[in-house]
């Protein structure tokens, strides 16, 4: 099962549900999680998925968030019986051709980390602030939260069933994008095998990035709380 949360990826979502489910990977169903977007992405996938059982979207209400979407997205996939569950962007940044890659790594690890900074990955065509800030960012949270990968950003995964069991997405604290530092904080404190897995990382080429300074510095402090939390004696 592949989950995608989307805001405002009408041009993206449709190019993209085409090529997931064209993949030769068994049968891979994938829950799109909408934020109320404007733009109308809701629609679109609405369009798409009827008369199939494949593509199912949540339509989410209330306060939005790229953490509640996920948390959603992954209860979800739990509900619905999943056996490996991928989680990706809806911009093309994650490609869905290193899907199978993802699952078939999954074989002998936990948690299949799709990643920029280990050999044959990349981080392609991104502007050179993005980068820079990415690299800080790596360094920081693997300073901060001690955990022993190259990129601890990257929201392209997959999960062995029991193992986001573990993770118990129903008691994520994260509401926006730092969703993705508390899921490998977790694993990594509760015994999961991680595994890296190269990706290339493309910029979107359609529709905004909704990740702006205010996120990204939220981030920031949302690690620095995952630390404290624990020093302060919370489980992780
Ligand atoms: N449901 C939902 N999805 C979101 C929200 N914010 C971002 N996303 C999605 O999360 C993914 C990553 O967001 P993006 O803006 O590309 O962030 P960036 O790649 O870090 O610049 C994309 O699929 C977005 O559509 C949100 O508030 N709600
Ligand atoms: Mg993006």
């Keep these: ?11 993206n979502i449709g190019p993209l549900l085409e090529e997931i489910l064209r993949l030769d990977a068994g049968d891979l169903g994938v829950i799109v999680v909408d934020d109320a977007s404007p733009d109308g992405t809701a629609e679109e996938v609405e369009r798409i998925a009827a008369g199939r059982d ?9 306060p939005r968030g790229r953490g509640l979407a996920g948390r959603e997205g992954f209860l979800a996939a739990l509900d619905a019986g999943a056996d490996r569950i991928v989680e990706m962007d809806a911009d093309f940044s994650h490609h869905p051709r290193h899907i199978t890659t993802l ?4 074989e002998v690890c936990d948690v299949a980390l799709g990643s920029r900074f280990v050999p044959g990955g990349e981080d392609a065509e991104r502007a050179f602030w993005r980068r820079g800030i990415t690299v800080l960012a790596n360094g920081y949270i693997r300073l901060l939260l001690g955990i022993p990968v190259g990129d601890a950003n990257s929201g392209f995964r997959c999960f062995r069933r029991e193992a986001l069991e573990k993770i118990d997405p129903a008691t994520l604290r994260s509401r926006g994008p730092a969703i993705v530092q508390e899921v490998l904080f977790r694993a990594h404190r509760r015994g999961l095998v991680l ?5 290339v990382f493309t910029d979107r080429k359609r529709g905004d990035s909704k990740l702006g300074f205010r996120q990204l510095w939220g981030g920031y402090v949302a690690v620095l709380r995952l630390r404290i939390g624990e020093l302060l004696g919370r489980s992780a």
Excluded: C, Q, S
């Excluded at 099962?1 to 041009?11: A, G, H, L, R």
């Excluded at 595994?195 to 990706?199: A, G, Q």
């Design 54 to 62: 494949d593509v199912r979207l949540i339509r989410r209400v209330g």
């Design 195 to 199: 595994r890296e897995i190269p990706v």
């Design 103 to 106: 699952l078939a790594a999954t």
């Design 1 to 11: 099962m592949v989950i995608i949360p989307t805001y405002d990826e009408k041009e």
